[in-house]
């Protein structure tokens, strides 16, 4: 007992010291993260889920998890791409493929600045880009690439949503050449793309306007220019050597690669002139229809390829150090900092310089055919031992750039304009992006900046050999970066963009409206709820309503069918949704928000009384929430009937 | 043993009462979700289609109905997720009660009786007029029965009350009667 009690006499001891005897937490950090509960957070937190192909939305700065938004993988709690509905979302030139690798976040900028409406997000694997409605935080929008092999740097954004973008991390064979070619022929048959996505301002719908054929390297990532250099677009790019085995050690052969300047005004003046050529491919276009609450996939056929031996003016190279990795712009657009991942240093390039290059035609040569800017004259100047394995570079509103640092696990405050390092705070651990809540438009908030860490290794309690990777979030309203909270985070927490919560929250949809619901299989109440049989087909328009289904009890299936149970939830109520699921199917749940119509198909295996229920704790009557479908043998002449409530026994 | 870990919990509290009870610093920063302290009756949303509870405020003819339940402290739960079948009074029917009885059970030492009273009009899920039948009985959150009788389409509880008018709600249905039903006495 006087143990105890030894204990409790020193843990208040060592609460009540004052300030300053922990050594890497502030002693007011607790306060500074503590959301009360009912309160809201500051700032929506969208965060890519890497190789979980999903992205997942935090509050900042208490790091609570709100929700995970389906996006290039299938996801069964919300029966995303198990619905017939949801299905086509994820269909491609190769069919149904169920999962991407989701790397880079754009929000949606108007004049530069976060306007709230919508956020993209890139599919590394099979290339794609996919819009998310921040009114319903749904995607809403997926478009293939045509003629990439992965797109990495993507979707990077324009100043006004003009375009996001879509550089291939791969380079291939085009898809209208033969592909079947010996791969050590890359430096001949192998090309790079980059595509510039229209974005309609109104809808917000995409189209591949048209794509720059660029020579065999790999883009890695990319950014608009703002302000004055709106109009241009930066890619980095590596393997200038252009290896196809052993990049390792292959692309890192030179001092420099290359960042890729685009000015995209003359592409489209180009494209307005009818210079492009069409090219014959093959990409999905999918799209979600909130009236109809589904989604349809068309193969597109056609995209226009722009070439800049043909088209000069367009493109030039920027040499840059050491296989860049980051390529990022400051808030007035002036800057473009390059982030050798090898490099010691962190050059940053002036876009009044890079223009006077171009006019004074100050080349080091060509790439490729293409013009390369001499390095010293379009340089700002570099930041000298930033760190080890500089990667990306987020920025804040008072002229300062932070800098993540792989190697040393680090990141780094420095002066944009005089270069100087600030301050340096460690991460734990190997930090990839940063964010910093406005970070790469022209008005950054400031206030935090949170590191995404590729391990965790003793962060967290342990969970066997996967960790969860995190996020760490750092006050940086001071002088000094203060690390204030480690969260953990879904899948591999890539980049992420932070927003104030007051410009996406104001337009956050409660229900959808029963009476606009366009969906051809909805029950727009109980009258309407039925089961029909075509062929071998029975389509059950079901109803659901706190807190039953109508119909409840289902016969005439037979063994050999295919049911598809079209579920319209009739309530109009925030945050009620009913769930739908059935015993043996070789299928996911249905979640349907209220006012929403989605459709399970079950293929019934044998023979029985197969119950089916509300998955979604809806009421106090939720597990009374439930019904039966019988399914008999084949050529049974049991008829197709329906009821619910209808308590009549048996003659 | 206990007593002392007590008297050192207590010490801890007041000890630390000037480092740990401070407010957060960025307390300003962060917005007041509107229900932040009273309940989902509180929640903001025009979108949404009305609850019992809202339907009743939007009626002239229920006020006291409402003052009853407010003083009932039943509107959180009225506003939850239910399903709810509410039979509901009209001032009429309260009115048609012995004089000082509304009064009364509004004391605040009557509370549990008013309760008991408010209780005895709601039952959970939602029953639409036509699923009452003659001789049907149900039970009520009080945890005591009401009687349905059925005649020419009207439909009346316990011999009493008439239901005048059925109103969906989005967490159940409220039936409009035109007297007060009395739960079993004790």
């Known amino acids: 007992m006087s143990t105890i009690l030894m204990t409790l006499i020193l843990i208040t001891f060592i609460a009540c010291k004052p300030r300053g005897i922990q050594q890497a937490i502030s002693a007011d950090a607790a306060g500074k993260v503590y959301v009360a509960p009912g309160k809201y957070d500051e700032f929506y937190n969208f965060v890519s889920g890497g190789f979980s192909g999903q992205m997942s939305v935090y509050g900042i700065p208490s790091g609570r998890l709100f929700r995970v938004i389906p996006v290039f993988s299938v996801d069964p709690e919300k029966g995303y791409g198990y619905s017939e509905e949801t299905k086509p979302m994820l269909n491609t030139s190769h069919g149904f493929v169920p999962w991407d690798d989701l ?149 890192s052969q030179k001092d420099k690669d290359f960042i890729l300047c685009v000015n995209w005004k003359k592409a489209e003046e180009y494209v307005a002139q009818g210079k492009g050529k069409k090219q014959v491919v093959k990409y999905a276009h999918n799209m979600y229809d909130e009236k109809k609450h589904m989604a349809t996939s068309i193969m597109e056929k056609e995209v226009l390829v722009l070439d800049p031996k043909d088209l000069a003016d367009m493109v030039y190279f920027m040499p840059c150090p050491k296989s860049p990795h980051g390529c990022d712009t400051d808030p007035t657009g002036e800057f473009i900092v390059g982030s050798g991942k090898l490099a010691a240093i962190i050059p940053v390039f002036s876009f009044t310089k890079i223009q006077k290059a171009i006019a004074d035609k100050t080349y080091d040569g060509d790439y490729e055919g293409i013009p390369v800017l001499k390095y010293e004259s379009v340089l700002h100047g570099e930041v000298l031992k930033p760190g080890l394995g500089p990667l990306h570079t987020e920025f804040d509103d008072n002229g300062n750039a932070y800098t993540s ?28 992006h940063l964010s910093v809540p406005g970070g790469p438009t022209k008005k950054p908030w400031g206030k935090y900046m949170i590191a995404y860490n590729k391990i965790t290794k003793d962060r967290f309690l342990p969970t066997g050999p996967e960790l969860a990777q995190s996020a760490q979030l750092y006050d940086i309203s001071g002088d000094k970066m203060k690390l204030i909270l480690d969260f953990p985070t879904i899948g591999e ?48 328009y079901m109803t659901s309503i706190r807190s039953h289904f109508v119909p409840d009890n289902i016969e005439g299936v037979r063994l050999g069918d295919v049911v598809y149970f079209h579920v319209t939830n009739l309530e109009q109520d925030w945050d009620v949704p009913h769930g739908f699921a059935v015993k043996g199917a070789n299928n996911a749940e249905l979640l349907i928000m209220p006012g929403e119509t989605q459709t399970l198909m079950w293929k019934p295996d044998r023979v029985g009384v197969f119950p089916m229920y509300c998955t979604d704790f809806c009421s106090a009557l939720h597990q009374e929430m439930q019904g039966y479908i019988r399914v008999s043998v084949p050529g049974s002449n049991v008829p197709i009937s329906f009821s619910t409530g209808n308590t009549t026994p048996v003659q | ?173 409220i039936h409009v009667i035109d007297a007060v039903l009395l739960p079993p006495g004790k």
């Open chain 1, 103 to 251: 790397h880079h976040i754009a929000l949606s900028v108007t004049n530069g600045i976060h306007d709230g409406r919508w956020v993209f997000g890139n599919g590394n694997n099979t290339p794609r880009v996919a819009r998310i409605d921040l009114k319903t935080f749904r995607t809403v929008e997926i478009i293939e690439i045509p003629n990439s092999g992965g797109n990495h740097s993507s979707p990077f954004i324009t100043e006004n949503s003009e375009y996001v973008v879509a550089g291939t991390r791969f380079s291939i064979p085009m898809d209208d050449t033969n592909g079947d070619v010996p791969i050590n022929t890359y430096k001949q048959n192998f090309r790079g793309t980059v595509s510039f996505i229209k974005i309609d301002p109104a809808s917000g719908n995409m189209n591949i306007a048209f794509q720059i054929l660029l020579p065999g390297v790999n883009f890695d990532l990319s950014r608009a220019g703002k302000g004055k250099s709106h109009g241009w677009f930066f890619f980095s790019c590596y393997n200038s050597e252009r290896a196809n085995t052993l990049l390792e050690v292959n692309s």
């Open chain 1, 493 to 540: 927490p890539h980049y992420a963009e932070a927003i104030p919560a007051e410009l996406v929250s104001k337009n956050s949809v409660k229900i959808y409206k029963i009476e606009e619901n366009q969906n051809p299989w909805v029950a727009k109440g109980d009258d309407f709820a039925r089961v029909e049989r075509k062929g071998n087909e029975v389509h059950v």
């Open chain 1, 405 to 432: 640092m792989f190697v040393s696990s680090e990141v780094v405050k420095w002066n944009i304009q005089s270069l100087q390092v600030l301050d340096r705070v460690p991460t734990y651990y190997s930090v990839g």
């Open chain 2, 1 to 173: 043993m206990k007593v002392i870990y007590v008297f050192v919990c207590f010490m801890w509290i007041l000890s630390c009462k000037n480092s740990t009870v401070q407010s957060p610093s960025s307390d300003q920063a962060m917005e007041a979700s509107p229900a932040m302290s009273e309940g989902q009756a509180a929640v903001k949303d025009d979108e949404s289609m009305k609850d019992v509870v809202k339907v009743a405020i939007s009626s002239p003819d229920h006020t006291t109905l409402v003052t009853a339940i407010k003083q009932a402290e039943l509107v959180n739960s009225l506003s939850n997720a239910g399903p709810f079948t509410v039979f509901a009074p009209t001032n009429d029917a309260f009115s048609k009660l012995p004089p000082g009885t509304v009064e009364e059970l509004m004391k605040p030492a009557k509370k549990a009786d008013l309760q008991n009273i408010l209780q005895y009009h709601v039952t959970t899920s939602t029953l639409k007029a036509g699923f009452f039948k003659e001789g049907m009985t149900l039970g009520m959150v009080n945890g005591d029965h009401v009687s349905f009788q059925v005649a020419d389409g009207k439909v009346r509880i316990n011999n009493t009350a008439t239901i005048i008018a059925s109103i969906p709600a989005s967490n159940g249905i």
